[in-house]
């Protein structure tokens, strides 16, 4: 059996799901396809079963927030031919008011951890998974704390000093924040 190279791989995913592998770029070492939302789990199972590219391995599965573009939620997944030793990474966009996917857990069991880490951090449901309930955070936490919702720093903080830490002098005017505070 020859090892397939990329071009075939995505020839092949053209032929069968056509229009709903939307684009395929190289980013790094990994092929990137950017595939529509109704088709991933069954993208992921013909790559799976197809005795030519056996990718068996779920590598990874996360979700991830771009508040800035068209549909800011994702979800990523990256799979493995052991046997062939080829790696490849698909993405599915989803807008904020659809964070509705199905369970990847029918084709690869371990997506059952990465999918309750994608729903307890970003909020992402999925449709059929086994058990999905938070797993790292507390059950009564009303929020999702990987959204890019929340500033990154607390600036309102009068103890920050950026020159403490070896940054340039910042915006930070710790005069001004204590006459505030009062």
Known sequence: ???????????????????????VSQEYDFPVFII??????????YLYDHPDFQFTYLTTSCGYHDPKAPLPFAMMYQLHSLVHNIRLRFKSFTPANDLHYDSLTAVFPAANWMEREAYDFYGFRFNGHPDLRRILNVDDMD????????????????????????????????????????
């Open 1 to 23: 059996m020859n090892k397939p190279d990329i071009e075939q791989i995505t020839d092949a995913l053209k032929k069968e799901f056509g229009d709903d592998i939307y684009a």
């Open 36 to 45: 529509s939302k109704k088709v991933y789990v069954q993208v992921a199972r």
């Open 143 to 182: 929020y999702f704390p990987m959204r890019k919702e929340y500033p990154v720093e607390d600036l309102t903080r009068y103890d920050k000093d950026d020159t403490l830490f070896g940054r340039k002098d910042s915006n930070f005017d710790r005069e001004r924040l204590m006459e505030h505070k009062k």
